[in-house]
């Protein structure tokens, strides 16, 4: 019988080439998500599935899978970003960029796909365009975040879902200092 469980599908991109871009705090975000998700995942309620040095043929070949086809119902993507792309990374560990032109319309095909989580700067056009692309509920970013800021952003929005709220009540962030 095949598995019906929803899967949340998270990744993360970082520079590894200019240390002045580098996102320290990407391995505390996805230890933060992991530990806000780990009861639902142990009550069986879901399942999760990481990639980090994310690479576009990575995020395509994951939503092809048979075993996940129609069942990601979460994705998240933390690192750099603007509003029209999700910097990405190569397997040689350079950049990658993934153009909103072609990721958001293959988004917008994925039966599963409830929700999008984009933790990276000035993501609120791509967020705009999802939803244009019939995606319900997308997370995006009006303008530059703070590595810092990010990472209790995707904490707190996490702890919230994992706890019970809904969406909208999980995205209520306090103003925070940059």
Do not use: W
Request: glycine share 8%; hydrophobic share 40%.
């Amino acid at each position: 019988m095949k598995n019906k469980k929803p899967v949340i599908f998270l990744t993360f991109a970082n520079d590894k080439q200019d240390d002045a871009m580098y996102l320290r705090n990407l391995p505390l975000e996805l230890h933060n998500i992991r530990e806000a998700l780990q009861p639902a995942v142990q009550a069986g309620l879901c399942e999760v599935i990481e990639r980090t040095a994310a690479t576009v043929d990575q995020i395509f070949d994951i939503f092809q899978d048979p075993y996940y086809k129609d069942r990601i119902a979460l994705f998240h993507y933390g690192g750099h970003a603007s509003g029209t792309q999700l910097m990405l990374e190569t397997l040689d560990g350079g950049h990658g960029a993934s153009n909103s032109d072609g990721l958001v319309p293959f988004f917008g095909k994925q039966k599963g796909l409830q929700l999008v989580f984009i933790n990276g700067c000035s993501s609120q056009e791509q967020a705009l365009q999802m939803i244009d692309e019939g995606i319900s509920a997308v997370v995006g970013t009006s303008q530059a975040i703070n590595d810092t800021v990010a990472t209790e952003i995707s904490k707190r929005f996490y702890t919230g879902l994992a706890s019970g709220l809904t969406i909208d009540q999980s995205t209520y962030f306090p103003i925070m200092p940059r």
